[in-house]
């Protein structure tokens, strides 16, 4: 080859090494362009998307670091999931963020709970304490004790004297087998003439009790003999006189009602329950039963006897409650406020602090992740024992915000989503 042939040969292979080490020298500054890091164009707060800052360090509001937008596109994705959790009211806080707020969460769960009925009662006599005493016989009151309507009387106490001359034949035979019995007695007779004349005494002492005269006044006519001129009227129980119909002199016909006294040791409280709280009451239910303005309560329960009544005019339910009147506080006709333990079937509630009220809608945090906490409105119904049900809005096994739900609720305020409410009291 000569050496024209050889200058050639020199020339090319010279001209493609010097394409490949440019080739070679372009691609080493491409890859080590590629693995420097990226500079951020600014940082922003991920709490408010608002605020921006051109160097790194922590958000001046909630102390979170500030997050790095690379570029146009990235930054635009990560502006628009802020203002998304923006528009949603999410809030985001980190664990030492809730354990310095006091915030706190809990599974909700179906329970079922004991819950209480506040209700309006009247109070009224018991029918078992009630007595009248009415008059058997004609005859003519003589003598009244100074007792009035309201006034308190004691088994036994003289209430007045009434005169009547067809109870003397009958306290006469009454006497005759007294004694016929007292003799057979005495003889040692057989059991059958001594049950005769025992039976002969309790009808004459029947007539006489049909009368008006107590058995205080026929065992003390066994006993002296003597045949009064007067019947004396004696209370027949402990309690309080509610009607006096008598005066000196007055004459009275046979079944008229001279007194009628109740006793108060034991009283009714009728309260009035709506349709939809009738299902919980249930017989032997433990009530508290006050006096507006008293501060101490009496106990009551439900009576095991009468079911709730139907009342067509209010369209609701009156229940009986037997309340034991420690020192006869309450009285026929006074008005009373009724506390009512009842079983409530299960359903899903929270602690009252979860649910924040704005008057309007109520609304709890539901946890949707670890530190992230989403706003949802709910339908409230009973509230009980400091804690409230859930009507609607809520499933079992979520998790909500059950302390610290004001400081979450203050961020969200912060961040511009819903407007700020009130935690229930």
């Known amino acids: 080859m000569n050496r024209a042939s050889w200058s050639g040969v020199l020339i090319g292979v010279l001209g493609v090494g010097f394409v490949a080490g440019a080739w070679f020298e372009r691609r080493e500054a491409v890859s080590a ?7 951020p164009l600014y940082y922003v707060d991920p709490m408010h998307p608002a ?21 146009e596109g990235e930054g635009a994705r990560t502006l628009e999931l802020a203002r998304r959790d923006g528009a949603r009211g999410v809030v985001r806080l980190e664990a030492d963020k809730q354990a310095l707020a006091g915030v706190r ?8 709970s004991t819950g209480s009925l506040r209700l309006f009662g009247r109070v009224a006599a018991d029918e078992a304490g009630l007595f009248r005493i009415n008059i058997g016989t004609d005859g003519v009151i003589r003598e009244v004790a100074a007792v009035t309507t309201g006034s308190r009387v004691e088994k036994g106490q003289w209430l ?25 007695k005495d003889a040692g007779e057989a059991a059958a003439s001594t049950d005769l004349a025992a039976a002969a005494l309790q009808q004459t002492i029947d007539r006489l009790l049909t009368f008006g005269m107590s058995s205080a ?107 034991e009147n420690t020192g006869n506080v309450l009285r026929p006709d006074m008005f009373v406020d009724v506390n009512l333990s009842v079983a409530m079937p299960p359903t899903i509630a929270v602690p009252a602090d979860a649910i924040v009220d704005s ?15 989403e706003p949802r409105e709910v339908e409230t119904g009973r509230r009980a024992g400091g804690r409230v049900e859930i009507v609607k809005g809520l499933e079992s096994g979520e998790r909500v915000v059950v302390a610290g739900t004001f400081v979450v ?14 935690a229930l009291p």
């Open 33 to 39: 362009s590629s693995a420097r890091p990226r500079a």
């Open 409 to 422: 609720d203050a961020e969200r305020r912060v961040r511009g989503g819903a407007p700020g409410v009130q």
């Open 160 to 184: 007045a004297t009434i005169s009547t001359p067809e109870a003397r034949g009958p306290i006469q035979t009454y006497l005759v087998a007294h004694d016929v019995l007292a003799r057979a």
């Open 105 to 112: 969460v809990a599974d909700v769960e179906r329970v079922a």
């Open 217 to 323: 006044q026929i065992e003390e006519i066994g006993r002296t003999h003597q045949v009064p001129t007067t019947i004396r009227i004696l209370a027949p129980a402990n309690g309080f006189v509610v009607m006096r119909n008598v005066s000196v002199g007055q004459t009275l016909a046979r079944g008229d009602e001279a007194f009628r006294i109740t006793a108060l040791d034991r009283v009714w409280v009728l309260a009035s329950v709506s349709g939809a709280d009738t299902a919980y009451v249930t017989p032997g239910a433990a009530a508290l039963v006050s006096v507006p303005g008293r501060s101490t309560p009496l106990r009551a329960r439900v009576s095991r006897d009468v079911p709730p009544q139907f009342d067509a005019d209010s369209q609701s339910a009156t229940v009986r409650l037997d309340v």
């Open 359 to 373: 008057g309007i809608t109520r609304t709890v945090f539901v946890e949707r992740s670890a530190g992230v906490f």
């Open 51 to 71: 605020y921006t800052s051109d160097k790194p360090g922590k958000a001046p509001d909630c102390g979170m670091d500030l997050v790095p937008i690379f570029d």
